[in-house]
């Protein structure tokens, strides 16, 4: 719209004045330590002046980004941070206070008693343009979009300009509906389901803001934790927050929740899987609990206190162990009050029998000779002593398995410990392992009022529980989208996930309707594989149109990185920024073309993103945005993850303007895109057709019936019992478990993998291998 020069005058002498107020009342708060009566009063009001400070934002930052007008004629400024005059008469409202909640909420049905709201676009404090809403003539506008107010020509605006990798400035982009999830009370369990570019991100980010100026009087940002998915997302929107005068709320990727150790490494997904199973919590406990107990089976104990000796009988020992056990706490203060208990016991108890000797010694000779004693009973634990120790071995871990594991998921638990506790490497998957070993050792406490977690719908078991146990309360904000939800944990409903939270607190469910990120056209092209990869979720509408169709690139195979690299480079050379978003099978050879080209480029898997060209892998994609997006072949993509097709979904997703498709078969893999038949329902062979596989099933089926496999606790309890003494009887018993689960495993593999009438050939040949190699373990 064409912008009255007066009125921009006008509206930038107020911005000016605003501008003079705010930066008075900066050096105001900077002398205010001066005025302190000690040294001691002078850090305390230093400190407290600069989070006042930061309060007021930069001094280069505008100081509003809109203005409503109410039918009264009453004019209000919104900005991120309140600014007074010298007589402390309001000159701009911070956005999150009460009094700025009309100009969220007004819409064409329900103005809120407004006439007139005013975006502001501004370079530091130099107003632009600006852009009215004359709520009174805005029904006739509204039919494309039924009762929901249309996006205002800055809105469209600001989505329409070149990103640079991080979060634009989004206040403005908040509407109606929006803004009553933002300002939701804080107790409860808010779950926002969101399609890409929905602002789901932006509006958890804004409700931390919102809860932390409306909560103020029990609600720090000391106290709000935001979880991101992994250190590029994170990074990404870390500095949103500050932006909206929040500089302390902690900002952490869900694997940054565990005890320091040394990460590296991969995990195979059967691995990575089992290790995200809440089972493993039962398992780490009873392997702990289980170092715990009396050394072999004497009736006696014998200790010696300076030159005298003495019998503890052992069952007195085993009810102080129980009465430790059974008390509340973690395995350290459990561990702490049985070494209280066992010394005042014994002490009670030798007294009580007057034992030789007894008078001469003291108590606390008794305690420090029982210290040895009582660390054979009850070690001491940490985290990655206790796993290492379980994974290495197979013997422990049956023990821990219970009822719960299988062998073969034993056996993918078991795997060598590195030979120095210092240089052992733990994978993603073996980090919520960890902080449940952290829990049960040390008991990690909930110290947050509120927590965010963003790309929720990804998390194991395992991860939740981490984040669960953080929680002061159950006060939670979730979003993801189930359309997006990919991995080993893919999922196809948000009960799953908020269960693993374990909230008393009431659970409130909420869809975003509207996307504001993702051009039309690149939307509706993505959208067809929504039947296939989340038919239950409902696609969201698209407001703004991008600038061109999505351009699809057939090429032999020969060409494909080389096609990709000339279409990121045509982008970057009009200062787009740039994601190749690939899959593993083509990026070594695009990194080549790269290189070859000398094109300056950021991985995202060491933590990159910036302007110009981004190779991103299809996981690392999620919650990320570019001006430009070239998907590489999106069959590798959808042939990477059982919900390849919502991986997919994802990577196409990204762009903000442009999308380009380099690919040799089809752009959209399994998608009839020209007769538009996305998601019609596989066609089953006729239940008349004879079924080829059906007698070799039945084979099968038949073979395995012979012989039923047991539970994995009888299999581990049927070893014959050797005469021997208890010592070689405990090492007989002990080898016999380790011998009978690793044939089963055999078996398992064998009834998986290969029919029953080549089995004893397999088995022959896995003889004459073993034969063949001797001494390789």
Same mark, same amino acid.
């Given at each position: 719209?064409?912008?009255?020069?007066?009125?921009?005058?006008?509206?930038?002498?107020?911005?000016?004045?605003?501008?003079?107020?705010?930066?008075?009342?900066?050096?105001?708060?900077?002398?205010?330590?001066?005025?302190?009566?000690?040294?001691?009063?002078?850090?305390?009001?230093?400190?407290?002046?600069?989070?006042?400070?930061?309060?007021?934002?930069?001094?280069?930052?505008?100081?509003?980004?809109?203005?409503?007008?109410?039918?009264?004629?009453?004019?209000?400024?919104?900005?991120?941070?309140?600014?007074?005059?010298?007589?402390?008469?309001?000159?701009?409202?911070?956005?999150?206070?009460?009094?700025?909640?009309?100009?969220?909420?007004?819409?064409?049905?329900?103005?809120?008693?407004?006439?007139?709201?005013?975006?502001?676009?501004?370079?530091?404090?130099?107003?632009?343009?600006?852009?009215?809403?004359?709520?009174?003539?805005?029904?006739?506008?509204?039919?494309?979009?039924?009762?929901?107010?249309?996006?205002?020509?800055?809105?469209?605006?600001?989505?329409?300009?070149?990103?640079?990798?991080?979060?634009?400035?989004?206040?403005?982009?908040?509407?109606?509906?929006?803004?009553?999830?933002?300002?939701?009370?804080?107790?409860?369990?808010?779950?926002?389901?969101?399609?890409?570019?929905?602002?789901?991100?932006?509006?958890?980010?804004?409700?931390?803001?919102?809860?932390?100026?409306?909560?103020?009087?029990?609600?720090?940002?000391?106290?709000?934790?935001?979880?991101?998915?992994?250190?590029?997302?994170?990074?990404?929107?870390?500095?949103?927050?500050?932006?909206?005068?929040?500089?302390?709320?902690?900002?952490?990727?869900?694997?940054?929740?565990?005890?320091?150790?040394?990460?590296?490494?991969?995990?195979?997904?059967?691995?990575?899987?089992?290790?995200?199973?809440?089972?493993?919590?039962?398992?780490?406990?009873?392997?702990?609990?289980?170092?715990?107990?009396?050394?072999?089976?004497?009736?006696?104990?014998?200790?010696?206190?300076?030159?005298?000796?003495?019998?503890?009988?052992?069952?007195?020992?085993?009810?102080?162990?129980?009465?430790?056990?059974?008390?509340?706490?973690?395995?350290?203060?459990?561990?702490?009050?049985?070494?209280?208990?066992?010394?005042?016991?014994?002490?009670?108890?030798?007294?009580?029998?007057?034992?030789?000797?007894?008078?001469?010694?003291?108590?606390?000779?008794?305690?420090?000779?029982?210290?040895?004693?009582?660390?054979?009973?009850?070690?001491?634990?940490?985290?990655?002593?206790?796993?290492?120790?379980?994974?290495?071995?197979?013997?422990?871990?049956?023990?821990?398995?219970?009822?719960?594991?299988?062998?073969?998921?034993?056996?993918?638990?078991?795997?060598?410990?590195?030979?120095?506790?210092?240089?052992?490497?733990?994978?993603?998957?073996?980090?919520?392992?960890?902080?449940?070993?952290?829990?049960?050792?040390?008991?990690?406490?909930?110290?947050?009022?509120?927590?965010?977690?963003?790309?929720?719908?990804?998390?194991?078991?395992?991860?939740?529980?981490?984040?669960?146990?953080?929680?002061?309360?159950?006060?939670?904000?979730?979003?993801?989208?189930?359309?997006?939800?990919?991995?080993?944990?893919?999922?196809?409903?948000?009960?799953?996930?908020?269960?693993?939270?374990?909230?008393?607190?009431?659970?409130?469910?909420?869809?975003?309707?509207?996307?504001?990120?993702?051009?039309?056209?690149?939307?509706?092209?993505?959208?067809?594989?929504?039947?296939?990869?989340?038919?239950?979720?409902?696609?969201?509408?698209?407001?703004?149109?991008?600038?061109?169709?999505?351009?699809?690139?057939?090429?032999?195979?020969?060409?494909?990185?080389?096609?990709?690299?000339?279409?990121?480079?045509?982008?970057?050379?009009?200062?787009?920024?740039?994601?190749?978003?690939?899959?593993?099978?083509?990026?070594?050879?695009?990194?080549?073309? %790269?290189?070859?080209? @000398? &094109?300056?480029?950021?991985? +995202?898997? #060491?933590? $990159?993103?910036? !302007?110009?060209? /981004?190779?991103? =892998?299809?996981?690392?994609?999620?919650?990320?945005?570019?001006?430009?997006?070239?998907?590489?072949?999106?069959?590798?993509?959808?042939?990477?993850?059982?919900?390849?097709?919502?991986?997919?979904?994802?990577?196409?997703?990204?762009?903000?303007?442009?999308?380009?498709?380099?690919?040799?078969?089809?752009? %959209?893999?399994?998608? @009839? &895109?020209?007769?538009?038949? +996305?998601? #019609?329902? $596989?066609?089953? !062979?006729?239940? /008349?057709?004879? =079924?080829?596989?059906?007698?070799?099933?039945?084979?099968?089926?038949?073979?395995?019936?012979?012989?039923?496999?047991?539970?994995?606790?009888?299999?581990?309890?049927?070893?014959?019992?050797?005469?021997?003494?208890?010592?070689?009887?405990?090492?007989?018993?002990?080898?016999?478990?380790?011998?009978?689960?690793?044939?089963?495993?055999? &078996?398992?593999?064998?009834?998986?993998?290969?029919?029953?009438?080549?089995?004893?050939?397999?088995?022959?040949?896995?003889?004459?291998?073993?034969?063949?190699?001797?001494?390789?373990?």
């Amino acid at each position: 719209m064409t912008v009255d020069p007066d009125e921009l005058k006008r509206e930038q002498d107020y911005f000016d004045a605003a501008w003079e107020h705010r930066e008075r009342m900066r050096t105001s708060l900077g002398s205010a330590a001066g005025a302190a009566a000690n040294s001691g009063a002078a850090v305390r009001i230093r400190r407290d002046t600069q989070a006042r400070q930061d309060k007021l934002g930069e001094p280069d930052e505008a100081v509003a980004f809109a203005r409503m007008d109410d039918e009264s004629g009453e004019r209000l400024y919104l900005g991120y941070h309140a600014i007074f005059d010298d007589e402390s008469n309001i000159v701009v409202v911070n956005w999150q206070a009460p009094a700025a909640t009309r100009y969220h909420k007004a819409t064409h049905t329900d103005p809120c008693g407004l006439r007139l709201k005013r975006d502001f676009t501004s370079k530091n404090n130099t107003i632009q343009s600006f852009t009215d809403v004359l709520l009174a003539d805005l029904s006739a506008e509204i039919a494309e979009l039924e009762s929901w107010e249309r996006p205002s020509d800055t809105l469209l605006n600001e989505l329409g300009r070149n990103r640079t990798g991080s979060m634009q400035d989004i206040v403005r982009t908040i509407q109606a509906a929006q803004f009553d999830l933002i300002q939701t009370p804080l107790e409860g369990v808010m779950v926002v389901q969101g399609g890409p570019g929905t602002g789901k991100t932006a509006i958890a980010l804004h409700r931390v803001s919102w809860l932390l100026f409306n909560y103020r009087h029990q609600l720090t940002a000391e106290k709000v934790l935001v979880i991101g998915p992994n250190p590029t997302f994170t990074r990404y929107t870390r500095m949103v927050l500050p932006t909206l005068g929040d500089t302390s709320v902690v900002q952490l990727d869900v694997h940054q929740l565990h005890p320091p150790v040394r990460k590296g490494g991969v995990e195979l997904a059967d691995v990575a899987r089992l290790k995200g199973d809440q089972r493993m919590a039962s398992l780490v406990e009873r392997a702990l609990y289980a170092r715990v107990g009396l050394p072999g089976n004497d009736r006696h104990l014998r200790i010696a206190v300076d030159r005298h000796r003495f019998m503890l009988p052992a069952h007195d020992i085993t009810a102080v162990i129980a009465r430790a056990r059974d008390s509340a706490g973690s395995y350290s203060e459990r561990r702490q009050l049985f070494r209280q208990l066992l010394p005042e016991n014994m002490f009670d108890l030798l007294a009580k029998d007057g034992s030789n000797g007894f008078r001469e010694i003291s108590a606390a000779g008794l305690r420090q000779a029982l210290d040895p004693l009582m660390d054979r009973i009850w070690p001491s634990a940490t985290p990655a002593a206790l796993l290492r120790e379980l994974y290495s071995s197979r013997d422990r871990l049956i023990a821990a398995a219970g009822d719960e594991f299988t062998a073969r998921e034993v056996s993918l638990l078991h795997r060598r410990a590195a030979d120095k506790l210092s240089d052992e490497q733990w994978t993603n998957a073996d980090l919520a392992v960890l902080d449940e070993a952290e829990h049960l050792i040390n008991s990690v406490q909930g110290h947050f009022e509120h927590i965010v977690v963003d790309e929720t719908q990804d998390l194991s078991p395992m991860q939740l529980r981490s984040i669960a146990r953080r929680s002061a309360n159950g006060s939670f904000t979730v979003v993801g989208d189930i359309a997006q939800s990919t991995g080993k944990w893919a999922r196809d409903e948000w009960d799953d996930v908020v269960r693993h939270l374990s909230s008393h607190m009431p659970v409130n469910y909420e869809e975003l309707r509207y996307g504001y990120r993702v051009p039309r056209q690149v939307f509706e092209f993505a959208a067809k594989l929504l039947p296939i990869a989340a038919p239950s979720v409902k696609a969201p509408q698209v407001v703004r149109e991008g600038p061109a169709d999505p351009s699809i690139h057939h090429v032999h195979e020969g060409e494909r990185a080389g096609e990709a690299v000339r279409v990121a480079m045509g982008h970057a050379a009009h200062g787009r920024s740039v994601a190749i978003i690939c899959p593993d099978t083509c990026r070594e050879d695009i990194e080549l073309a %790269l290189i070859a080209k @000398d &094109v300056a480029w950021r991985a +995202a898997s #060491e933590g $990159e993103l910036g !302007p110009g060209i /981004n190779v991103v =892998d299809p996981h690392e994609a999620k919650g990320l945005e570019f001006d430009a997006v070239v998907v590489v072949e999106p069959a590798d993509i959808v042939a990477d993850d059982v919900r390849g097709h919502r991986l997919l979904y994802v990577a196409l997703t990204r762009t903000t303007r442009y999308l380009d498709v380099i690919c040799i078969g089809d752009p %959209l893999p399994d998608v @009839d &895109v020209e007769s538009d038949r +996305a998601g #019609e329902a $596989e066609v089953l !062979p006729d239940d /008349n057709e004879p =079924d080829p596989w059906g007698p070799v099933l039945d084979a099968i089926e038949a073979k395995l019936a012979e012989k039923e496999p047991k539970p994995f606790k009888d299999r581990c309890s049927d070893t014959p019992t050797d005469p021997a003494p208890a010592a070689t009887a405990a090492r007989t018993k002990a080898s016999e478990r380790v011998i009978t689960a690793a044939a089963e495993d055999v &078996v398992e593999l064998l009834r998986e993998s290969v029919v029953p009438n080549l089995w004893q050939a397999v088995l022959a040949k896995s003889a004459e291998i073993i034969a063949d190699r001797p001494g390789q373990k």
